[in-house]
């Protein structure tokens, strides 16, 4: 039950969480959320269930193969675990319609979790995400005029 679970039980699944990630492993890491479990995200949308993570994190993968974060500091508060990360990647293969750019890319996101004991029952990943397709290429920004 989500009330039995300390904050050093929800500092360890989110630890093991980053290490499915750094083995990139979408199966590993749609394996941490309920079955049902729920993912909102700017890039994919709202996620139902475990396949639907697993198919968004391997598209992910696939367009940033070289993807790594670093946790900049984890927040628990039971049953909630707030991840803030930096993003670090390489556009390398097609990503909303672009083709590899080999472009770098670098965001910082906050993970909120809501757990349901040791099973992720919903996420929302907050982040820039218009940054992100302007760092791709996907986007143009303009400067301001004065």
Known sequence: MTQDMTRADLQSVSDRLQEAFKRRDPVGIAG????????????????????????????????FPDATWTIDATVIDPP???MFVTMNATHMNE????PGT????????????????????????IYDFTGLLVQ???????????
Do not use: N, W
């Open 32 to 63: 941490f959320h309920t079955p049902d479990g729920i993912v909102e995200s700017p890039m994919f949308a709202t996620l139902r269930g475990r396949k639907a993570i697993e198919e968004a994190q391997r598209a992910f993968f696939t367009s």
């Open 80 to 82: 909630y675990v707030a």
């Open 95 to 98: 990503f909303f319609g672009l």
């Open 102 to 125: 080999g472009r770098h890319i670098e965001f910082r996101l906050c993970r909120l979790l809501r757990m349901e004991g040791e099973l992720i029952a919903h996420e929302a990943r």
């Open 136 to 146: 791709v290429g996907v986007l143009r920004a303009k400067p301001a005029k004065p």
